[in-house]
């Protein structure tokens, strides 16, 4: 099961005092502020592990993170890798946490199965551990909130068939082969094509990690490899950008390759603006956060909680990016 509980309840919250500052620039690991001690005072502390910082994504589960412990009563910590890549990064961030001994923790696995020594180091500390985003392959995690990648990527595929009028050679630029978000945004796509779309064909499918050059660079090569080629999806705002900058840089008309994206920075809606990306897949980012750091206080409590949260996804295009429904999840 994944409902082990931390019985022990630190009690009540006297004041409240947000431990977040700004995220560091450069190359190394960026951080929201220096961690207290957590534990041992009457305020609880949890600590936010999240994949990176580089993209507007990670600043909205960060708000959202901000708003739930303000509301709740509790001091957050939020840090990340400077890249999605750097697993070695973030499982040093989450040994840390541990070793800080805070009341709980928030992960968001880049490697699921490199975070499950760890956690059985939480477990053996008393500290539940509650997940965001992506998950660990351990049976401590207490709860995933996150996008159901897997529905998302087939409503990304719908889209993409509409828009192509339901045939044609379509190319993926994914941005990870080893997290539970590439994995599933990318087989939801192939796994609904294939299953409902006889006349689209899926003739490429590359991995740029989440880096606009990388994936510009693939969606290039991806361009002059399959010259009938009339969609490209990419599977986060970075491999979505990189086709977009590989379009403008090949100088190819507004429109005349159909690219889909997923989530929502300001670079994405821009594009979508001005019509050289279709359309793309949103989360709810700063639900994410909210809802992990609920998690957390229940997981404190000892409250059993559901394996899964399921925040939601949503299409936008430049016919409703205007409505209330969707600019609620826009993080531009």
């Not at 977009?244 to 929502?264: H, K, R, Y």
Request: aromatic residues 6%.
């Amino acid at each position: 099961m994944r409902f082990s509980k931390r019985t022990a309840l630190v009690a009540g919250a006297a004041t409240f005092a947000l431990a977040l500052a700004g995220c560091s620039g450069g190359g190394a690991p960026a951080t929201s502020g220096e961690p207290e001690a957590g534990g041992d005072g009457e305020t609880l502390q949890i600590a936010l592990v999240s994949k990176g910082f580089q993209h507007q994504f990670w600043q909205a589960v960060r708000t959202g993170a901000e708003e739930a412990a303000e509301e709740l009563g509790v001091e957050v910590t939020f840090e990340g890798p400077a890249a999605e890549t750097e697993i070695d990064a973030q499982l040093q961030m989450l040994q840390a946490a541990i070793d800080r001994g805070p009341d709980a923790i928030g992960y968001a696995a880049l490697d699921p199965q490199a975070c499950i020594p760890l956690y059985e180091a939480a477990e053996s500390a008393g500290i539940p551990i509650v997940e965001f985003d992506a998950g660990c392959e351990s049976e401590y995690g207490q709860n995933l909130a996150a996008t159901d990648s897997m529905a998302a990527g087939a409503l990304a595929a719908q889209n993409m068939a509409e828009l192509i009028g339901g045939e044609g050679q379509v190319g993926i630029v994914g941005h990870s082969q080893i997290n539970s978000t590439g994995v599933e945004r990318r087989d939801g796509f192939v796994e609904e094509i294939e299953a409902n779309y006889p006349d689209i064909e899926i003739v490429d499918i590359q991995y740029g990690d989440g880096d606009h050059l990388r994936s510009a660079d693939i969606a290039k090569a991806m361009i002059a490899a399959h010259p009938d080629l009339v969609g490209l999806y990419g599977t986060n705002e970075g491999s979505a950008i990189g086709i977009v900058n590989a379009v403008t840089e090949l100088g190819l008309p507004a429109g005349e390759l159909t690219i889909v994206g997923f989530d929502s920075g300001a670079a994405q809606v821009d594009a979508i603006r001005n019509g050289v990306m279709a359309g793309a897949i949103t989360q709810d980012p700063i639900g994410i956060g909210r809802t992990v750091v609920e998690n957390a206080v229940a997981a404190i409590n000892g409250e059993e909680l559901d394996d899964f949260t399921d925040t939601g996804s949503y299409w936008y295009d430049a016919e409703n990016l205007e409505d209330p429904e969707i600019a609620a999840v826009l993080y531009e």
